[in-house]
Structures are given as C-alpha cells and as structure tokens.
C-alpha cells in the first residue's frame, strides 16, 4: 500500500492550493480516505474525509473553504483548499483505512496508511 501526496507550495493568504494523494496497493474505493495536518510545534489534526466514498467530514475550521473529493477510477483523493489563511500552514498528510467506524473519522491512530506529506504555507 502506497500512499503518495503532492500540490503543496507557497501561497499568499486568499489564494488556492488542491493537494493530490495518488494511491495504490489497495481497492481505494472501499476505504475511508482523509487529510490530517500538523502545523509546526503542534499535533497533528484531522482536515477532511471520504468515509468510504459515502459521507464527507470536515474540521470546523476548513468548512466552506476546503473540500475533500475522490477519483475511484485513478485512485485519487483531493483537498481543495480555497481562501487560505495563514494558520493553514502546515504540512498535509494523506491518509486510508479500510475498517474503521464512521465515529472514528477523525483520530489519526485509527488509520492504517499514511503518505509522505505535502508542505503548505500561506504567507499573510
């Protein structure tokens, strides 16, 4: 299982960035697909996801600006990021898990595979 993210890059406040997270290794359309970030000297947190390519979550904080969205057929998930602000700066990670619960959605410990990590950086 390979996860592999790309589309980070330095960015002005207000601009738009869409992450790519190519997948493969594994039937992508049977597992729950998200973005988590860690922003430096902070933990990791949960961003968005695909629960199985049935429902959408998102972080109180993305919701309106970002959107999570899969491609089954190319094995893709995407963030598009839109209205960044500067406390979006953070390295973004991708992330699949085939069995956990919906509840579960946003605990990084219950997902299985993780990609390399994409850097974004908003300037103000």
């Known amino acids: 299982v390979q996860l592999q993210a790309s589309g980070g890059g330095l960015v002005q406040a207000g601009d738009s960035l869409r992450l790519s997270c190519a997948a493969s290794?594994?039937?992508?359309?049977?597992?729950?697909v998200a973005w988590f970030r860690q922003a430096p000297g902070k933990e990791r947190e949960f961003v968005a996801a695909?629960?199985?390519?049935?429902?959408?979550h998102y972080t109180d904080s993305v919701k309106g600006r970002f959107a999570i969205s899969r491609d089954n057929a190319k094995s893709t998930v995407y963030l598009q990021m839109n209205s960044l602000k500067p406390e979006d700066t953070a390295v973004y990670y991708c992330?699949?898990?085939?069995?956990?619960?919906?509840?579960?959605?946003?605990?990084?410990?219950?997902?299985?595979?993780w990609g390399q990590g994409t850097e974004v950086t908003v300037s103000s």
């Open positions: 290794g594994f039937t992508f359309r049977s597992y729950t």
């Open positions: 992330a699949a898990d085939r069995t956990l619960i919906m509840s579960s959605t946003q605990n990084d410990q219950a997902y299985d595979y």
């Open positions: 695909s629960f199985r390519g049935t429902s959408l």
